[in-house]
């Protein structure tokens, strides 16, 4: 999005100095009350306006680009560093919920599995072995491990010090289960916190032409949030797929962000990821 947000920030401070930030928010609400929206939404909040509470996870240790939730060390860590967040938000009247990161950086992918699978023991890269030598194979690891090709074991200890190649359907059954279980604790965790706000998941991107859509990961999140938070890029505002998922999950949701760029013609779509913000 090139340079705009910060030639808009120099603007904003030529124009009213120090306090530009606490200036800049007055003028939002105002104008957002005045276009009669109720709130604002994915935004930072302006005035006393609802907003949705923005959730992170810095300070919490990675292991292929996300927590291993699996690590009890590494679930205590992040279950202070939501509650230390929740804490300061939870007086705020304004707000309606809470979601976690943001699309691309909150799904699981099906090369964080791999890279886990070849990397050293773990405790995520023991429980995704253990899930599917139990879920495909009966609990098999000799089945597993032949399989896999690597070397032959009867010893799940052995099958995770080793670099095992599952097929797809196993790959995909361990990402799954990754998955479920890394929303599931920041779901159960949140609430745990604050049970009187909603839980908006992490704006699971939708419909856009560029990122591999996995429905599954729909039907994931919508067990761990209470309103499915989604972002929408897409040339319709909803496809017969988007809209089977609705009814198959019968989940709440929000639409955080659908682009109307108007460098071709103000029609719907996937423009800004063209560059639109930068001519």
């Known amino acids: 999005r090139g340079s705009t947000p910060w030639l808009h920030s120099a603007n904003m401070i030529r124009k009213w100095g120090e306090e530009w930030r606490d200036k800049a928010k007055a003028l939002a609400a105002r104008r957002v009350r005045a276009w009669g929206f109720v709130g604002t939404g994915k935004s930072d909040q302006a005035g006393d306006l609802p907003f949705f509470a923005h959730l992170h996870r810095k300070e919490v240790p990675t292991l292929e ?3 291993d939730v699996f690590d009890e060390s590494v679930r205590g860590k992040f279950k202070q560093v939501l509650a230390d967040q929740v804490a300061q938000w939870k007086p705020n009247s304004g707000v ?3 979601a976690l990161g943001n699309e691309f950086a909150e ?3 099906m090369d964080e599995i791999k ?9 995520a890269k023991k429980a995704l072995i253990q899930h599917v ?6 609990g098999n690891v000799e089945a597993a ?7 032959p074991t009867s010893s799940l200890q052995e099958l995770v010090q080793d670099k095992p190649r599952p097929s797809e359907e196993d790959l995909a059954e361990m990402r799954r289960h990754y998955a479920d279980a890394y929303y599931g604790f920041i779901y159960q965790t949140v609430k745990e916190l604050d ?3 909603l839980y908006f998941g992490y704006w699971i991107l939708q419909g856009v032409p560029f990122w591999p859509n996995n429905e599954e990961d729909w039907r994931i999140i919508a067990q761990h949030c209470d309103v499915i938070g989604y972002d929408r890029y897409n040339d319709a505002f909803a496809d017969e797929t988007l809209l089977q998922l609705m009814r198959e999950t019968d989940k709440p949701v929000i639409l955080g962000e659908f682009s109307f760029p108007p460098h071709y013609g103000g029609g719907r779509g996937n423009g800004i990821f063209e ?3 930068l001519h």
Do not use: C, F, Q
């Open 65 to 67: 680009g996300h927590p």
């Open 96 to 98: 309606v919920g809470y």
């Open 107 to 109: 799904a699981i992918t």
């Open 115 to 123: 890279a886990i699978l070849k990397g050293p023991p773990s405790p």
């Open 133 to 138: 030598v139990d879920r495909r194979y009966e």
């Open 145 to 151: 491990a032949a399989s896999w090709k690597t070397e």
């Open 195 to 197: 049970s009187n706000r």
């Open 275 to 277: 560059g639109s913000l």
